[in-house]
């Protein structure tokens, strides 16, 4: 089976401030607003306490530290957890051009997070994911499975559990998860309306009753404290500008003893040969974009200590990799990037800040189809994942 995609993402609003030369900026990151244009975003409670009674207790050793067995409780069916509620996204501006590679944010480290407005408020309108959801990228999410993605987390999971997944893209990772915790109630939420209903989908195919899915925003989940067993985010964190403020969210809404889940991927380890100068100035771009969006290329290395800042307790660290060697799965990985290169919102974002031309894109396209065709070729994504436990 061929590994592939990356979680989508969740974003937060800045109140707009004015540039010197009229372009608008968020308050507090002074970034130039880029991405979609607003539009109406239906948002949900994702949780009702007294629709659901949980007791949590401790589990014994088998179960691995810190994760919190369910008991007591009334299971029901997902779409019952919630009500919606119409709120207006942000007026968010399409893309600009960046005056200069210079004008890109310094690339954040383990200590750092980017500043939030004074009033605290996020959601999705300020963010803006490198990939999008061209094609090409959903078809690489859509090949994401719980075991190719999230095998760390398998043998924490306990049938009855209740789990948010958060940035679930087309609910692949999601739908898999739900059958491990069936009967308890699954819910993933993304900012992008169009690949939540390519995830509804996908689980009316799948046949299960417990996993629904709605728009929603990782920095302000509509869900009460203390309202889920698990929370799982995979390839999320690193789109994000403020990774320990969605992290801080998801403890909001974990049981005591709750386990978080997070994977992340790290572009600055990745590993390829044979060497081509192509691919080099691919990863080069793939940075200046990340960066100028406020996202974190490399995010892997940072994931530890992003949770411990969070305040989740019972840090562990554990890496995987995907490797693309065999002739299926390098076909399968430089196909996507072939086609990504030129024609995703990544290439897009590169050609609109000033880092790159259409001429230069597609000769990175050429590099990952000649890539493809090399027997000797192959391609190592590398990923560190983390499971920690909110306080009790």
Known sequence: MVP???????????????????????????????????????????????????????????????????????????????????????????????????????????????????????????EVYTHGHHPSVVRGHSWRTAENSAEYLLDHLRPGQRLLDLGCGPGTITIDL?????????????????????????????GLTNVVFATGDGYSIDAADACFDVVHAHQVLQHLSDPIAALEEARRVLVPG???????????????????????????????????????????????????????????TTSSNWTFADPDSRQWWGSQWQERATASAFAEQAVAYGFSTETELADIAAAFEQWAGDPDAMFVVVHVEVLATAPS
């Open 4 to 126: 592939g995609g990356y979680g989508g993402t969740t974003a937060h609003r800045r109140a707009g401030g004015q540039r010197g030369d009229g372009r608008v900026l968020c308050n507090g990151c002074s970034r130039t607003r880029s991405g979609p244009e607003g539009s109406s975003l239906q948002r949900y409670h994702l949780c009702a306490a007294d629709r659901l009674a949980v007791t949590a207790v401790p589990t014994g050793p088998e179960d691995g530290p810190g994760l919190a067995r369910t008991a007591s409780r009334s299971v029901a069916h997902p779409a019952s957890l919630w009500q919606p509620r119409v709120m207006s996204d942000s007026h968010a501006e399409p893309g600009e051009v960046a005056d200069d590679p210079a004008d890109a944010p310094a690339e954040r480290d383990a200590g750092t997070r980017h500043a939030s407005s004074a009033t605290g408020r996020r959601d999705a309108g300020c």
């Open 178 to 206: 739900a059958a491990r915790v069936a009967p308890g109630p699954v819910v993933g939420i993304d900012a992008a309306a169009g690949v939540i209903n390519t995830a509804t989908a996908n689980a009316a195919t799948s």
């Open 258 to 316: 709750g386990l978080l889940a997070v994977r992340e991927s790290d572009y600055g380890a990745f590993v390829w040969s044979p060497d081509d100068v192509r691919l080099d100035r691919w990863m080069q771009l793939y940075h200046h974009v990340t960066r100028r969006n406020g996202a974190q290329a490399d995010a892997g290395r940072w994931l530890p200590a992003w949770v411990r800042q969070a305040g989740f307790a019972d840090v562990r």
